[in-house]
């Protein structure tokens, strides 16, 4: 059995990673850590896990976690690189579902950030851990960078078409709702129910901090420039990530379709959808699926491509598990086989 620690673990991602672990045929949770809540049982702040989990969350301590095979950090930037060397000179795993590690120019980081990296030898060790590009290199990975939620959505699908160099990649545009979930768990104005309901907003047009890794990704995969245009909006809903993506045909001969289902044809967790769907947030809710569709609006020069995840899941605690599964040369889709729950 893995041994796995979660640190953070009263957050939503926490209880996410916490939901998919605990039926994981091949793992067992440990640790749980959270300052605020140490010596309280984790059911008690989660009811429902009653039943599955009698687990005390504990104070983040190096030593306790060393005793793990695997440690995940479902915490907020700047946690996770404070640990993660020591731990890995323990021989322990670590997954990160922060940022802390996702972008390789430090500089860069730190702009966006606005903080130093404690580790940044670490950051060029990092795998950048989204499967559906470096699968290989996450099986052999001491340290995984979890990809986040927007950039999850956007890169799967964006990178076909960039693979085939079949659109300009400095005119691309990327067009993201995300549910109220994304905000994480903290209290705060903007995410109360009288603030948030029955209103549609944007936000962070002028530069988000998932653009650098967004554009970095694409950029990896297409060996060229890129050149992003990325506004995310909050929606009124709990979960998921709705992403409009344009791009302008550089060959209008190809087929689309059968370029995406060619591309993703042995991926478990994308779902290239039939012509002409329309791609619903509400049929991925709960999953480690992205679902795709793939559209060419009056037969014209600029093509849609409609991304759709779970935040939380697959642009989270899913991927992350997924990350685990090949680490430790267990079935990729194992513990991660749930339906959508619908409706």
């Known amino acids: 059995m893995i ?7 009263t957050g939503y991602t926490g209880v996410e990673l916490l939901r998919l672990l605990i039926p994981h045929p091949d793992v067992e949770v440990t640790v749980v850590t959270s300052r605020a809540d140490a010596g309280k049982r984790v059911d008690t ?32 930037n700047g946690t ?19 940022a802390d590690f996702r972008l390789k120019d430090i500089d860069e980081w730190r702009q ?35 990809p986040g939620c927007y950039p999850t959505a956007v890169q799967l699908g964006f990178l076909p078409l960039l693979k085939h160099q079949l659109i300009n990649q400095s005119t ?3 067009d993201v709702k995300s549910g109220v979930s994304g905000a994480g768990r903290k209290a705060q104005l903007s995410s109360l129910m009288s603030e948030s309901g029955e209103s549609f907003k944007s936000y ?15 950029q ?34 190809k087929n689309l379709q059968k370029i995406f289902e060619d591309f993703y044809q ?3 967790f994308v779902d290239v959808l039939p012509e002409g769907s329309m791609a619903d947030t509400r049929n991925v809710r709960g999953t480690n699926r992205c679902q795709i569709a793939i559209h060419r609006p009056q037969n014209a020069s600029t093509v849609v491509v409609l991304s759709v995840i779970d935040n939380l899941v697959k642009g989270a605690a899913g991927q992350a598990i997924q990350n685990m599964n090949l680490m430790f040369n267990r079935d990729e889709t194992s513990g991660l086989t749930q339906l959508a729950l619908y409706p």
Not at 113 to 124: F, I, K, R, S, T
Request: include cysteine; glycine fraction near 8%; aromatic fraction near 6%.
């Open 3 to 9: 041994q796995a620690g979660i640190v953070g673990g």
């Open 45 to 76: 702040i989660y009811p429902s896990l009653r039943g599955y989990c009698d687990l005390c969350f504990s104070a983040p301590n190096v030593d306790t976690l060393a005793e793990c095979d695997v440690v995940f950090f479902a915490t907020p």
């Open 80 to 98: 996770a690189m404070t640990m993660a060397e020591a731990l890995l000179a323990r021989g322990v795993k670590v997954i990160d579902l922060s």
């Open 112 to 146: 966006w950030y606005g903080m130093e990296h404690v580790c940044p030898d670490l950051v060029a060790e990092a795998v950048y851990g989204l499967p559906e590009v470096n699968r290989e290199a996450i099986k052999t990975a001491r340290l995984i960078a979890c």
């Open 172 to 174: 691309l545009i990327a």
């Open 204 to 218: 962070a047009v002028a530069g988000h901090r998932h653009l650098p890794e967004i554009r970095q990704g694409l």
């Open 220 to 253: 990896t995969q297409s060996q060229k420039v890129v050149q992003l245009t990325f506004v995310p909006h909050l929606t009124p809903m709990i979960r998921g990530i709705h992403a409009t993506l344009y791009g302008t045909l550089l060959d209008s001969e």
């Open 266 to 268: 042995n991926e478990a």
